[in-house]
């Protein structure tokens, strides 16, 4: 997955966009949202993703994750993916952000073991300060997908490029 800001204007209003509509039972403010996502600031920067093929799936817990995603994800459907431009106050508090999330499924807590992962493809960096390690997967080329044709001046989202 890959978010491009460029050329676009950070927001001055939080905003969400449904790119695909799934049709799942919705989500609520105390849930535990299983998801890949990917979020970037208007610096520039990837700030993290939940995105590839060694990837494991991340868990947003509704209850404490960034207010702007917390408001956002209120009764989206499980099976949708949206897009979130989101003023700094909303995010991290720094500069804003584009977050691309895609629901999978929403756990129990129960149903969420302590669990560890170790990613198997090159790890490329030591962690950063915070604890974001960037892997490499190695993957076969694939097919191309559809993706959604942005309204001009709006970030982008899409599947990164299948690597050698």
Known sequence: MSIDVSGT?????????TLIEGTGRQVTAADRVIARYASAGWDGHLRSSTYGDTVVPGVIDM?????GIARSLVDVPVGSRVLLR????????????????????????????????????????APTA????????????????????????????SPSPARP
């Open 9 to 17: 204007k950070a927001p001055s209003s939080s905003t969400a966009a």
């Open 63 to 67: 209850r404490s994750t960034l207010a």
């Open 86 to 125: 989101l003023t700094a106050d909303q995010a991290r508090g720094d500069v804003p952000v584009t977050v691309v999330i895609d629901v999978l499924g929403v756990a129990d807590d129960d149903q969420l073991p302590a669990a560890t992962a170790t990613p198997s493809g090159d790890v490329t960096s």
């Open 130 to 157: 915070d604890a974001v390690v960037v892997v490499t997967p190695r993957r076969a080329a694939t097919g191309g997908t559809a993706s959604p044709t942005p309204r001009s001046g709006s970030p982008t989202a």
